[in-house]
Structures are given as structure tokens and as C-alpha cells.
């Protein structure tokens, strides 16, 4: 299978509350305000905390990201993530009706965020350049189609530069649901994925390093045999 690739920008964002630890904090799409107007402010959670507090303590995430299956704080992070459940975004009966995007923390090494999938919808092929990805679908049922690049000299961080398609191997296909541990992709591993909800679905993800326009930018791809 080969990809050709075009570039899109991301979703937009509001702020709305502040969290407990330095850098941690809430971001919203406009189309979920309304449903947190109406819920109390929450302490962070021990498991968003522990999350956080283990990102951040990561020496060098660029270095990290080339095999973070070897990198201890990451482990601890997915440790943490496995426990995080819906109460702990204040998610806990939100009406999934259309695609949006929460940012739990934004720094400059990463990212956490969430967001809502509703059923039948697909999230396209897309790429996270340079980065690794930790995933975990708190409700509903996702199905994950992942590729890795034939060639990984091909890869580029701009479509814009791309004058060939890449060709790609299926790394895994398989249904996420929220009894399900956490799962990653590396820059080398899985980095090309597509997401189709099964039912309504929420995922928690991390970003190592975050999306940067335009060093790192999210790359939406066709694919053919």
C-alpha cells in the first residue's frame, strides 16, 4: 500500500479552567463548552497527575521518542494512564455528537488531550512526524488501522516536500476498547494510523513532542494498493 500525503491544520481551542500543577491545565473545543459550563471545577486526579509528573520529567524527548518502549518514564506514564477513566476528564455522560478536541496539558515536550469520536466516524489516515504517541480509548470501541513506512529514509516531516508516494506496511489492525492497556506508536513504528468509531468513542492521548506548524505538522493521507 502507498500513501500520498496532504497537509491540514488542527482543531481550534479555548481556554476554560486551570488545574493543580504548573502546566497542567484544561483546553476546550468551542463545541464542549457548554457542557463544562455546567460542571464544578475538579481537583487533577492522581492518575492525570501522575501522568503529567512523569512527562515532565523525561531528560530528553527527542531522544526519548526514538524507542520509547526503553524509556522508564514513559512506562510510568502509560502505568498511570491505564488507570485514568472518564470521571477524571469530568466526561462521564457527554452527549458524542460530533468530532472535538480537549487539551488536558499543553507544554513544549508534550501534550495531553482528548477527544470524541462519534459512531461511524473515521479519523483518516494521518501521521504524527517525529513523534511518539500514547493512546487509550476510554469509551466505546475504536477500530486502529496502523502502517509503517517500507523506507524510512522516505519519511518527511511536510507533505508539501513529498514528490512520491511512501510506501507502507500494515503494522496492526485490531479493536481498542477501555478494558484494553494503552498503546504507542513511534516515529519508526505504526506512525501512519486511522481511526474508525465503532460506537460513540472518547480517546485519551499523549503527544511526544506536541504538533508544530510547521516543523511538525499533521499530515492527512490517501492510501491505494
Not at 500514547?134 to 466505546?140: E, M, W
Not at 477501555?178 to 474508525?196: A, C, K, M, Y
Amino acid at each position: 500500500m502507498k500513501f500520498a500525503g496532504r497537509m491540514v491544520q488542527s482543531f481550534a481551542m479555548v481556554t476554560l479552567m486551570v488545574g493543580k500543577c504548573s502546566g497542567l491545565h484544561m483546553r476546550r473545543t468551542m463545541s464542549m463548552t457548554s457542557w463544562f459550563r455546567t460542571k464544578p471545577v475538579a481537583a487533577v486526579s492522581p492518575s492525570l497527575q501522575g501522568m503529567f509528573d512523569s512527562l515532565a520529567s523525561i531528560p530528553n524527548v527527542q531522544e526519548s521518542t526514538k524507542d520509547p518502549w526503553s524509556c522508564d518514564h514513559i512506562a510510568k506514564c502509560v502505568e498511570h494512564m491505564a488507570k485514568v477513566d472518564l470521571s477524571d476528564l469530568s466526561l462521564v455522560g457527554y452527549p458524542i455528537k460530533t468530532t472535538a478536541c480537549m487539551h488536558i496539558s499543553d507544554t513544549t515536550n508534550f501534550q495531553i488531550a482528548a477527544f470524541t469520536l462519534p459512531k461511524g466516524r473515521t479519523l483518516p489516515v494521518h501521521d504524527h512526524p517525529g513523534m511518539t504517541v500514547i493512546s487509550k480509548v476510554l469509551t466505546g470501541e475504536l477500530s486502529v488501522t496502523s502502517f509503517s513506512a517500507d523506507d524510512q529514509s522516505t519519511l518527511t516531516t511536510n507533505c508539501n516536500s513529498m514528490t512520491t508516494p511512501i510506501k507502507v506496511n500494515l503494522q496492526e489492525h485490531s479493536l481498542k476498547r477501555p478494558t484494553d492497556q494503552p498503546w504507542l506508536i513511534s516515529p519508526r513504528v505504526g506512525n501512519f494510523h486511522e481511526f474508525t468509531a465503532r460506537s460513540d468513542c472518547i480517546i485519551l492521548d499523549v503527544l511526544l513532542p506536541p504538533y508544530a506548524y510547521p516543523e511538525r505538522p499533521c499530515n492527512y493521507y490517501s492510501a491505494r494498493p
